[in-house]
């Protein structure tokens, strides 16, 4: 099913620069603009970010990693769809346009990693990377902070998973590699849709739906771990796909699949909404509706365990969906165990080999 969508805002996710909910201010509604005439010209920002810390940590139940660095806050891709949006709140920003234009970067990460890494009693476990915005998002390229993150873990030996949306991640196959031979590097790719039009409006600055199945078969030939991430899915807009990207994955040597729901946390609620109304404005309340049934009539349910998954006729029939196509595909259940055991603290400037 095609969708011809025509852009707004160009290049960008967001239709507007929706207040976040910490605003200690906010501007009144001019009756005489028009949005459909107005042209918004967005550039990209970018701001260093004093990080004091770089490993964070969580106890949450329905999430598949305990330790996370995330490089960027904010994220160019303008993923409209984007859990991670209302963060952008905390810095009294718009987790609308905001997100995507003004962008934050650690550039002591590498630094900080290899200080935490060091630390008296610290006990390896793998550690996700770009797990709110992605590592390998367009600033990437020259800010190179996640390339200089991969060296610190393959210089200690230390295991770490990556879930991205970017093919930059090319790039990093030598540092990968060598992490891959040690058993130490696990990598999900996130396929949202194999139909262009629909990821112009939907994710605009992404690499294409079947590039990135390429990146999938170009990792796998590079002797790395690689799964898909069917993420996320919307019932009326992408679901139908499903099958679909995780048949074009496995035929480029995917080995493990995965979906998420998608969630609407907070402001990404109205932003989404907002998005549905100019692009599928035929279909936006269905989808609306369909996304209640899914979260027992609220478009987006906190809960550990229902969040991602969600429940009720909808929600089950995706999820059946998704397990017959990956038991037919063959994908394997489970990743397998990262090495822990080859971890060594990293050496301290001047410190010389024993041997």
Same mark, same amino acid.
């Given at each position: 099913?095609?969708?011809?969508?025509?852009?707004?805002?160009?290049?960008?996710?967001?239709?507007?620069?929706?207040?976040?909910?910490?605003?200690?201010?906010? =501007?009144?509604?001019?009756? $005489?603009? *028009? !949005?459909?005439?107005?042209?918004?010209?967005? +550039? &990209?920002? /970018?701001?260093? #970010?004093?990080?004091?810390?770089?490993?964070?940590?969580?106890?949450?139940?329905?999430?598949?990693?305990?330790?996370?660095?995330?490089?960027?806050?904010?994220?160019?891709?303008?993923?409209?769809?984007?859990?991670?949006?209302?963060?952008?709140?905390?810095?009294?920003?718009?987790?609308?346009?905001?997100?995507?234009?003004?962008?934050?970067?650690?550039?002591?990460?590498?630094?900080?990693?290899?200080?935490?890494?060091?630390?008296?009693?610290?006990?390896?476990?793998?550690?996700?990377?770009?797990?709110?915005?992605?590592?390998?998002?367009?600033?990437?390229?020259?800010?190179?902070?996640?390339?200089?993150? =991969?060296?610190?873990?393959? $210089?200690? *030996? !230390?295991?770490?998973?990556?879930?991205?949306? +970017? &093919?930059? /991640?090319?790039? #990093?196959?030598?540092?990968?590699?060598?992490?891959?031979?040690?058993?130490?590097?696990?990598?999900?790719?996130?396929?949202?849709?194999?139909?262009?039009?629909?990821?112009?409006?939907?994710?605009?600055?992404?690499?294409?739906?079947?590039?990135?199945?390429?990146?999938?078969?170009?990792?796998?030939?590079?002797?790395?771990?690689?799964?898909?991430?069917?993420?996320?899915?919307?019932?009326?807009?992408?679901?139908?796909?499903?099958?679909?990207?995780?048949?074009?994955?496995?035929?480029?040597?995917?080995?493990?699949?995965?979906?998420?729901?998608?969630?609407?946390?907070?402001?990404?609620?109205?932003?989404?909404?907002?998005?549905?109304?100019?692009?599928?404005?035929?279909?936006?309340?269905?989808?609306?509706?369909?996304?209640?049934?899914?979260?027992?009539?609220?478009?987006?349910?906190?809960?550990?365990?229902?969040?991602?998954?969600?429940?009720?006729?909808?929600?089950?029939?995706?999820?059946?969906?998704?397990?017959?196509?990956?038991?037919?595909?063959?994908?394997?259940?489970?990743?397998?165990?990262?090495?822990?055991?080859?971890?060594?603290?990293?050496?301290?400037?001047?410190?010389?080999?024993?041997?």
């Amino acid at each position: 099913m095609g969708h011809k969508l025509d852009m707004p805002t160009k290049g960008r996710g967001a239709l507007s620069s929706l207040e976040g909910r910490f605003e200690t201010q906010s =501007l009144a509604h001019d009756p $005489e603009f *028009n !949005h459909e005439e107005a042209t918004i010209q967005t +550039g &990209t920002e /970018i701001f260093e #970010d004093k990080a004091r810390s770089i490993i964070s940590t969580n106890a949450s139940p329905d999430l598949g990693f305990e330790r996370s660095i995330n490089p960027y806050r904010g994220c160019e891709h303008g993923c409209i769809y984007c859990y991670a949006r209302p963060s952008h709140a905390y810095l009294n920003l718009s987790p609308g346009l905001d997100f995507e234009t003004k962008l934050f970067y650690k550039a002591n990460a590498a630094e900080l990693l290899q200080k935490e890494l060091g630390e008296p009693g610290y006990v390896p476990k793998p550690i996700a990377l770009g797990t709110n915005t992605d590592p390998y998002q367009p600033i990437e390229r020259k800010l190179k902070i996640t390339r200089s993150l =991969l060296e610190v873990l393959s $210089e200690t *030996n !230390h295991p770490c998973t990556i879930v991205t949306k +970017g &093919t930059l /991640i090319e790039r #990093d196959f030598d540092v990968l590699g060598l992490l891959a031979s040690r058993k130490l590097v696990s990598v999900m790719v996130s396929v949202t849709t194999l139909d262009n039009d629909l990821k112009r409006g939907l994710e605009p600055r992404t690499p294409a739906g079947a590039r990135r199945i390429e990146c999938i078969r170009a990792l796998r030939e590079a002797g790395i771990d690689t799964g898909v991430l069917v993420a996320p899915v919307i019932p009326r807009v992408n679901d139908h796909e499903m099958e679909d990207i995780l048949q074009a994955a496995r035929d480029a040597g995917a080995t493990r699949a995965g979906y998420v729901l998608i969630r609407l946390p907070h402001e990404v609620e109205p932003l989404f909404t907002e998005w549905l109304e100019a692009y599928v404005p035929q279909r936006a309340a269905h989808v609306l509706a369909l996304i209640r049934d899914c979260h027992g009539g609220q478009v987006y349910d906190a809960r550990f365990g229902k969040r991602m998954r969600g429940q009720g006729a909808v929600a089950e029939l995706i999820g059946k969906r998704f397990a017959i196509a990956r038991r037919r595909l063959g994908f394997e259940t489970a990743r397998s165990d990262l090495d822990v055991s080859r971890f060594c603290k990293p050496r301290t400037p001047g410190q010389l080999e024993m041997f």
